[in-house]
């Protein structure tokens, strides 16, 4: 097959694919209860991200290719836009089956998700009560009118009800009501009158729209009240103006307002809405023909389901699987001591989080430590790393952190915690305007017996406690001189990205990671022609960059054996004879997000493994300061072998990845059953077991 007819799968639909897998998960009756209404929930959190991301850039795209009168390309990109729609819509109608289906199973169990027609007496008193004592201060009608322009009120994040209100002879009036989630949980238990066995959850919105009267009465005159929910998501991207003359952080402050009032991507709403609401708001929030409008069920904002309370018995959810304490660090007083023994490799969520945060936290306080370096792309709310680095300060010691501003969702809390920071003193770098610092770098550097000793972590991660629980990810601790003064080399290209840098260990992005990926899969390409045995292992979430699935077509097509499990998007399409059949690709969605960077190099015999930041994506290469580092230590390299080895062996969880992207499980044949997250875990308790 010629280079240049090389196929491609469209990236947004094989997100689409992606997200079809978590709904998978919601229809997978082997999964509790409580864990499929959740899935729900994150197919719900994942589709608002898809439309604030891939389907505004697609519409973005078919503007520009109409403003460059290039009419055939935007034709091309309307034909994927009506794809995508195609797709999203049979997508909502499985989404709707399968919430009908898990709310009358969890009746199955003695839990009833009720709405506000399903009440009895003792119910709607107590709920009318509650809203009044607990909910009411909270709401603040929009009574909308000429001098209230609505596109500029919502807020993507949050639930909102539609209320119209009717009276005899004189003009529908219509007004907003926001859901006050932010305040309240969106799920209420009713207290029960009788049998403690049955447990009865109602939604914040019914309870609302149960108690509309209360709300309006007094203040506008009313015969009907109808209230009904719709979402609008907009565009999430936002542009940053140089120039005007202020500082970085005020320009990422004003271009975070831009995405309020940007331009809408999506309309959903309840199919029951009158047709004279739903035109009414199709006028206001002026929806074009290029947006998705989408009647559905009556509930918006689905993704609160993530957060579903288990108020039923401990098996209706996944049973815990304890974070291990690692004796790598738990034999010694100091993690300096430990990571002086040898490299230490941790693999969240199976390993404690806690082992990371304690590095800091030692730091911030030994007497030796001098320097203390960190990367910072999403945190948690309430971090104790970021404590921990104004301790430090506290403690008269150097701490300087790279903060991304942009880092997608996160910018507003990144800019009050650069802010924070800079207050305590801590030595705040705001990051490249031309490069987003995805790395997950920490250099804590340490006076021993007369000499700075470098300690260096590498990790695939955020250093997010939160989502350290649910987020696969690796962390390498080193005390290895050699990465570790490259490692302090990123920082200072950070700051001083004008000057000229040389890796010789690192991957680092934009410098050197696409070469030296390219330069390993040649290498093994160049070795299967040679008759040696070649193959390349990968673990990463997007494989969507054209130049590096080029060379991935080029080595299958040498005879290269390519396994990869790819969490999210994949344009590379496998199975093509004489093209890509010696290429096999996986994907795996289970309790735990999958979201490490692996990359395997047979390099004849003597492999070679490293972990990165990096996904495979064409951003990831050119336009992010991104960090692959190399695993050294042989028991350490078995490790990762060891564990993508087991995720291929999968036949529970596993999809393959077909020229389709149909989500087939893989067939387990005669083969064990196995659930690679599990067994991951077993396998590695064993190791510290039979230490």
């Not at 197919?43 to 891939?54: A, G, I, K, P, T």
């Not at 609008?232 to 103006?241: G, V």
């Not at 288990?310 to 974070?323: I, K, T």
């Not at 000793?453 to 390498?476: C, P, R, V």
Request: proline share 3%.
């Amino acid at each position: 097959m010629s280079i240049t007819t090389l196929p491609y799968y469209p990236k947004e639909l094989s997100w689409l694919a992606f997200n079809q897998r978590v709904l998978q998960e919601a229809a997978d009756k082997r999964n509790p209860i409580v864990e499929r209404i959740r899935f729900l929930g994150i197919y719900s959190n994942n589709m608002d991200e898809f439309y604030r991301v891939r389907v505004a850039d697609v519409k973005r795209q078919i503007y520009i290719h109409l403003n460059d009168k290039n009419l055939e390309a935007a034709e091309q990109t309307k034909a994927l836009m009506d794809k995508i729609q195609e797709r999203v819509l049979v997508m909502t109608e499985e989404f709707e089956r399968l919430h009908a289906e898990v709310v009358a199973r969890l009746a199955k169990y003695h839990i009833y998700l009720i709405t506000q027609n399903q009440l009895d007496e003792y119910q709607i008193n107590w709920l009318q009560s509650y809203f009044q004592n607990k909910i009411l201060r909270y709401i603040a009608p929009v009574l909308i009118n000429n001098r209230v322009r609505l596109v500029e009120r919502l807020n993507d994040a949050a639930t909102y009800l539609f209320v119209a209100i009717r009276k005899a002879e004189k003009k529908t009036q219509y007004a907003l009501l926001e859901v006050p989630t932010d305040y309240t949980s969106r799920f209420v238990q009713i207290p029960p009158q009788k049998s403690r066995k049955k447990k009865y959850i109602i939604l914040l919105d019914d309870i609302i729209t149960l108690c509309l009267d209360r709300i309006f009465r007094g203040f506008i005159e009313f015969d009907q009240l109808e209230a009904y929910s719709f979402k609008m998501t907009r565009d999430a991207e936002y542009s940053i103006n140089d120039e005007i003359d202020e500082s970085y952080v005020e320009k990422m402050s004003e271009s975070m307002k831009q995405r309020m009032i940007a331009e809408p991507v999506r309309f959903i709403y309840d199919g029951d809405m009158p047709d004279d609401m739903l035109n009414f708001l199709r006028k206001q929030l002026s929806i074009s023909s290029y947006d998705s409008l989408i009647a559905s069920g009556p509930y918006r904002n689905f993704k609160d389901f993530i957060g579903f309370p288990n108020v039923g018995r401990a098996y209706l959810e996944n049973p815990l699987l304890p974070a291990i304490n690692t004796r790598d660090f738990a034999d010694y007083d100091t993690a300096f001591d430990a990571i002086s023994q040898g490299d230490i490799l941790l693999y969240y969520p199976y390993h404690r989080f806690l082992h990371l945060t304690e590095f800091v936290r030692q730091a911030a306080f030994d007497p030796s430590v001098k320097h203390i370096r960190l990367n910072i792309y999403r945190v948690a709310n309430k971090s104790r790393i970021i404590n921990s680095l104004i301790d430090a300060v506290n403690n008269g010691k150097q701490v300087t952190v790279v903060v991304e501003l942009r880092a997608r969702f996160d910018e507003q809390a990144n800019i009050e915690w650069s802010k924070t920071m800079t207050d305590a003193g801590v030595k705040v770098l705001l990051g490249l305007p031309t490069l987003k610092v995805h790395s997950k770098l920490c250099v804590i550097s340490r006076e021993e017996n007369g000499e700075l000793i470098h300690y260096a972590h590498f990790g695939t991660g955020n250093f997010n406690e939160k989502t350290a629980k649910i987020y696969t990810d690796f962390s390498l601790f080193t005390r290895d001189q050699e990465l570790a003064l490259e490692a302090i080399e990123v920082f200072d290209f950070i700051q001083y990205p004008y000057r000229r840098f040389k890796f010789q260990h690192l991957q680092v992005s934009p410098i050197n990671a696409r070469t030296r990926l390219q330069m390993h899969i040649r290498q093994e390409t160049q070795n299967a022609k040679e008759g040696i045995k070649a193959q390349i292992l990968l673990k990463i979430n997007n494989l969507v960059d054209i130049a590096l699935i080029d060379d991935l077509y080029r080595a299958s097509q040498a005879g290269v054996k390519v396994r990869a499990i790819v969490r999210g998007m994949c344009s590379l399409v496998p199975g093509i004879k004489g093209l890509s059949d010696n290429i096999h690709i996986t994907s795996i969605v289970d309790r735990f997000l999958e979201h490490p960077r692996v990359m395997i190099f047979e390099n004849s015999g003597d492999q070679k493994v490293f972990i990165s930041s990096a996904d495979w994506m064409t951003r990831n290469m050119d336009n992010r300061i991104e960090v692959g580092c190399p695993i050294n230590d042989p028991v350490l390299k078995k490790r990762i072998v060891d564990i993508l080895n087991i995720q291929f062996k999968d036949t529970i969880k596993a999809r393959v990845i077909d020229a389709e992207q149909t989500n087939k499980y893989v067939r387990r044949g005669n083969r064990k059953k196995l659930r690679s997250q599990v067994e991951i875990y077993h396998y590695l308790k064993a190791l510290e077991d039979n230490r």
